[in-house]
């Protein structure tokens, strides 16, 4: 699934998302980097991602006062294990599937989808897992919070064939 899951940023405030992948102390902003499963992510990401943090803090900054650093934490989703770029960096596994890595002076939650444990707070991250039965599952039993989520929701069904509409709660 190329173009709009792909190499996305999103800036995330005040969400409520997965308690035990993302909470990693308190913030206002979470910066995200996505990669999906035609994609790699390598230094190449990483870099992008921190320029996106330069020219956002530069952007709250207030009247040349900056953002607090304390006021962002950065999360890099791969769809598949990055082997050879986990071996590239200092970095410490947290949980199955959860790394945190040093990127110069900042630190980046890794989520590796496809080694996330399927659990109840994982359900979201199953969809974008590029594994048949995890997006089935993920598509549904998660609790969709916005009515345009219905349009992704029909194009996961496509891209992997579910055929006829999926049960979702």
Avoid at 94 to 101: C, I, L, N, S, T
Wanted: proline fraction near 4%; charge should be positive.
């Amino acid at each position: 699934m190329n173009g709009g899951f792909a190499d996305s940023l999103e800036v995330l405030t005040a969400c409520p998302l997965q308690r035990v992948v993302l909470s990693w102390g308190k913030c206002r902003l979470r910066l995200i980097t996505y990669k999906s499963s035609a994609e790699i992510l390598d230094a190449w990401a990483l870099d992008e991602l921190m320029s996106h943090y330069v020219i956002y803090r530069k952007k709250l900054s207030d009247q040349g006062t900056p953002t607090p650093e304390s006021a962002f934490r950065f999360y890099a989703v791969s769809t598949h294990h990055p082997r050879k770029f986990l071996q590239q960096v200092t970095g410490e596994r947290k949980h199955a599937g959860v790394f945190d890595v040093s990127w110069g002076t900042h630190r980046i939650r890794l989520l590796v989808l496809r080694d996330l444990p399927e659990a109840p707070t994982n359900i979201p991250w199953q969809i974008f897992s590029d594994q048949v039965e995890r997006v089935r599952s993920g598509l549904q039993n998660y609790h969709w919070h916005r009515e345009e989520a219905r349009s992704m929701i029909h194009q996961f069904a496509q891209h992997y064939h579910f055929g006829g509409a999926l049960r979702q709660k």
